[in-house]
């Protein structure tokens, strides 16, 4: 067991290879230190990967359980149907099965999700075998990372009213703490409004499909007559209740839990979605726990994401999936364009939603640098930034120099009121950026001169990866939007006869404008900011806060 704080486990990461697990191939999705909300549409895979993690962590060697009467450890077979013959698979090629990555302490333990045939069940075993073993490993090749886990199937959400009498039982829950009593209570109540629950805990039951959970008193009316919302909630609240008695008896040993939910969304109100969310926050960070739940409502996803209700800087994050014949992480993770792919609905004016709203204005040198800003900031991101601003964004190349675009608010007060985006090889005095609207594009780290203007930045980044034997840039090459991209296909497209050789400024501007249409094809420009994510994520960051200034103005 874990013996201090000090060596609390926090869930990292679970990757998916090539051959696939069932349709899950070649991606990362990360999970954060407090809430994960995985989404994506009907069959994309969210089930598989909370079947993954649940089967990855739990205490399988201790006699606490929660107040669900179970251990704080759920195995796969019971949250998903996994078929024998998918062992097979598996086995095929064992070293590509999903891996998930966990923090113990200061140890990376990577745990792989090995698939096993059990002769007398008609579903496969699932057994998290370490990537890498070490020698007196206390967690064990074969075993489960201790982190105390609870898992909140569907099964939650089975109706008494539709049970056999016979099956339901519902008793005074006596063994309960007064602290966990009233944690429920407390928590029902701050999630949905009027519900005035009193701490009086009655344990309910259903054996036919095994759903267990406790509830608060409800004035008025038993607790058999709840709601499908008030009992999620109620599951909810007692899952929170387990890992506050949990924490209090082991002490300093508690190493943090995980809280795994499948559709978190169904049975609430719009509203209290809102406040579930604010309230699991709460008790996340004040039970060191981390929450991964899947979702498919809107609301719930706005009142996390960064983009609507939720704090950029929050230990949160939603993760959407995309394609269900094929699926992969969402290249934009923007609110607007998940809202857009749940709906599926055909792009659009990214400025409708504030088509009546005041234009922000944002000022280029040239066409080059308005195409290098639109590749790092995409549709989707600017039309959920038009909104939050409550502006439109308009952008439009000028055709002056950088110098004269900075200085063009000291000479004119309106132009306070724009955005102006110079290239980065522009000095920006202090005068001329006092107005907080000036932001440089971004360029390669160590570039220096000429070298730092959006076309020797592009020209340069598709010699580096010509050259790379590997690493990112080789990396790079190869998620080319291309046929068989190559070093020898980037050559002859882009630098076929000298063409392109020269870092002349006027000359690098000709040849991006001869070769743009293969540039943007093939998201040479967007794959740049994937590379140098941090340039890019620092530019977008600096334009954000720019624009978010100059629109107080207008």
């Known amino acids: 067991m874990v013996t201090n704080v000090e060596n609390q486990i926090k869930v990292s990461a679970i990757t998916f290879n090539t051959p696939p697990f069932r349709k899950l191939r070649n991606c990362r999705i990360d999970i954060s230190e407090r809430i994960t909300l995985i989404a994506g549409h009907n069959g994309i ?13 739990g205490l399988t060697d201790s006699e606490q359980k929660s107040y669900f009467r179970e251990p704080f450890y759920t195995n796969i ?27 113990v302490g200061e140890r990376l333990v990577r745990k792989r999700c090995s698939l096993t045939r059990r002769s007398e069940y008609r579903r496969a075993r699932m057994v998290p075998r370490t990537v890498d073993p070490i020698d007196d490993d206390w967690i064990g090749p074969d075993a489960k990372i201790p982190l105390p886990t609870i898992y909140l199937g569907m099964r939650r ?24 009593r009233q944690l429920i209570a407390d928590f029902v ?3 949905i409004v009027g519900s005035d629950v009193t701490s009086e805990i009655t344990h309910q039951s ?48 508690y190493p943090g839990g995980l809280l795994i939910i499948d559709e978190m969304d169904v049975g609430f109100h719009p509203h209290a979605i809102d406040r579930l969310i604010l309230a699991l926050k709460t008790k996340a960070n004040q039970l060191r726990l981390q929450i991964v739940a899947t979702t ?27 394609d269900t014949k094929h699926p992969r992480l969402a290249e934009d993770q923007s609110l ?19 088509k009546d709203a005041q234009k922000l204005c944002v000022y280029f040198e040239d066409v080059e640098a308005k195409q290098f800003c639109e590749a790092l900031i995409p549709r989707g991101k600017r039309g959920a930034l038009s909104r939050k601003l409550g502006h439109s964004l308009k952008l439009t190349s000028l055709g002056v120099g950088g110098s004269i675009l900075a200085a063009l608010p000291n000479n004119d007060p309106i132009f306070c009121d724009r955005v102006l985006v110079v290239d980065s090889d522009t000095k920006v005095t202090k005068k001329a950026g006092r107005h907080g609207n000036v932001v440089k594009l971004p360029c390669t780290p160590s570039a220096t001169g000429t070298d730092r203007s959006p076309e020797n930045t592009i020209k340069n980044f598709l010699r580096a990866m010509c050259r790379a034997d590997d690493g990112p840039l080789y990396d790079a090459l190869r998620l080319l939007k291309t046929k068989n991209p190559t070093s020898n296909k980037i050559t002859s497209t882009f630098f076929l006869d000298g063409d392109g050789s020269n870092n002349n400024r006027e000359k690098s501007k000709a040849w991006w404008r001869k070769h743009w249409k ?11 900011s994937k590379v140098y994510s941090k340039e890019a994520d620092a530019f977008v960051a600096a334009f954000t806060a720019a624009a978010a200034r100059t629109a107080e103005r207008l």
């Open 45 to 57: 895979g969210k089930s598989t990967i909370l079947g993954l993690l649940s089967n990855t962590f």
């Open 77 to 103: 077979e019971r949250i998903i149907y996994v078929a024998l013959n998918e062992v097979d698979i598996n086995q095929e090629s064992p070293s590509a099965a999903p891996i998930v990555d966990a923090a």
């Open 157 to 180: 959400l089975a109706s008494v009213g539709e049970a056999d009498e016979k099956e339901v039982t519902s008793t005074p829950l006596k063994e309960m703490e007064g602290s966990d």
């Open 189 to 191: 109540n701050s999630v």
């Open 206 to 253: 259903i054996r036919g499909v095994r759903k267990r959970s406790a509830h608060p008193g409800y004035p008025g009316h038993e607790t058999l007559a709840i709601s499908m919302g008030q009992d999620s909630l109620g599951s909810i609240a007692t899952a929170l209740a387990s890992f506050n008695r949990l924490q209090r008896e082991l002490g300093d040993t």
């Open 296 to 322: 498919h409502s809107p609301r719930m996803i706005a009142a996390l994401h960064p983009d609507g209700k939720g704090d950029g800087h929050a230990p949160d994050s939603v993760v959407y999936l995309v």
């Open 336 to 354: 607007d364009a998940i809202l857009s792919d749940m709906a599926l609905e055909p792009d659009a004016d990214e400025t409708a939603s504030v």
């Open 518 to 528: 293969a540039l943007n094809s093939w998201e040479v420009l967007t794959l740049w």
